[in-house]
Nanobody, 123 residues
C-alpha cells in the first residue's frame, strides 16, 4: 500500500503564495509518476501538474508560470509552490501517487490518492 498525505493548505489573499507538501510512504519510489490535482467547487477534479520517473514535469496551462512542482526523491516528498494565486485557484488540492508493484517490477497504472487539502484565495 501507499500512504499519501497532503499538508500546507490554507487561506491567502489574491496575489499571495502557498506551498503544498505531500508525503508518499510505502510501496512507491521516484520511478513512479506522481501528480497534483484539484477540484474547484462545483467542478470535476482536474489535473494541474505531474512528474514522471525521469523527473520530467508538465503543467496544465491554467497554472503554467505560477505553480512549480518538485520532488524529493530520497523520502518521496512532493511539493507544489503556488505563486500569484487567484480566486479561481480556490479548490481542494490532491496529491496522487502511482504504486510500485514488486511482482511486476514496474509502477501500476492507477493513482493512490491523498485526502486533499483546502486552498482558499480571497480577493
Amino acid at each position: 500500500t501507499v500512504q499519501v498525505t497532503e499538508s500546507g493548505g490554507g487561506s491567502v489573499q489574491a496575489g499571495g503564495s502557498l506551498k503544498l507538501s505531500c508525503r508518499a510512504a510505502g510501496e512507491t519510489n521516484s520511478r513512479c509518476e506522481m501528480a497534483w490535482y484539484r477540484q474547484r467547487p462545483g467542478t470535476e477534479r482536474e489535473w494541474i501538474a505531474s512528474i514522471d520517473g525521469n523527473d520530467r514535469i508538465t503543467y496544465a496551462n491554467s497554472v503554467t508560470g505560477r505553480f512549480t512542482m518538485s520532488r524529493n526523491n530520497v523520502q518521496i516528498w512532493l511539493y507544489l509552490q503556488m505563486d500569484n494565486l487567484q480566486t479561481d485557484d480556490t479548490a481542494v488540492y490532491y496529491c496522487a501517487v502511482k504504486k510500485w508493484s514488486i511482482p511486476l517490477y514496474r509502477c501500476t497504472a492507477d493513482y493512490e490518492w491523498g485526502q486533499g487539502t483546502q486552498v482558499t484565495v480571497f480577493s
